[in-house]
Nanobody
Framework: QVQLVESGGGLVQPGGSLRLSCAAS????????MGWYRQAPGKQRELVAR???????NYADSVKGRFTISRDNAKNTVYLQMNSLKPEDTAVYYC?????????WGQGTQVTVSS
C-alpha cells in the first residue's frame, strides 16, 4: 500500500513562500486525483488544492492565486508552492487522494505564518 510523507513546512513571515513536498512510497501514476489538505488548530481538515492525473487543478477560494499544486508522476511526488502566505494559512498540511482519502494520513508538515 502506498504511504505518503509530507515535508517542507516551517516558520515563515507573512508574505513569504514555502514549497511543500509529498513523497509516495509507491507509484501515484494510476491515482486520478491527489490533494493537499490542511488542518488548523480547532478546525476541521479542509481541502486546499487538488490535481488530476491530466494536470488539471482546482483550489480553495482562500488560496486561489497564491498556491500552486503540481505532480511529478515519475518521482511519485506532489508539490504545493505557497506564496504570499498569510497568518490564516497556519496549519498542518497533509496530502492524500481525493475525493476519498484512501491512504492512511501521514504526520503532515507544520506551516506557521507569523511575524
Amino acid at each position: 500500500q502506498v504511504q505518503l510523507v509530507e515535508s517542507g513546512g516551517g516558520l515563515v513571515q507573512p508574505g513569504g513562500s514555502l514549497r511543500l513536498s509529498c513523497a509516495a512510497s509507491g507509484s501515484i501514476f494510476s491515482i486520478n486525483i491527489m490533494g493537499w489538505y490542511r488542518q488548523a488548530p480547532g478546525k476541521q481538515r479542509e481541502l486546499v488544492a487538488r490535481i488530476f492525473r491530466d494536470g488539471n487543478t482546482n483550489y480553495a477560494d482562500s488560496v486561489k492565486g497564491r498556491f500552486t499544486i503540481s505532480r511529478d508522476n515519475a518521482k511519485n511526488t506532489v508539490y504545493l508552492q505557497m506564496n504570499s502566505l498569510k497568518p490564516e494559512d497556519t496549519a498542518v498540511y497533509y496530502c492524500n487522494t481525493h475525493p476519498v482519502p484512501r491512504v492512511g494520513w501521514g504526520q503532515g508538515t507544520q506551516v506557521t505564518v507569523s511575524s
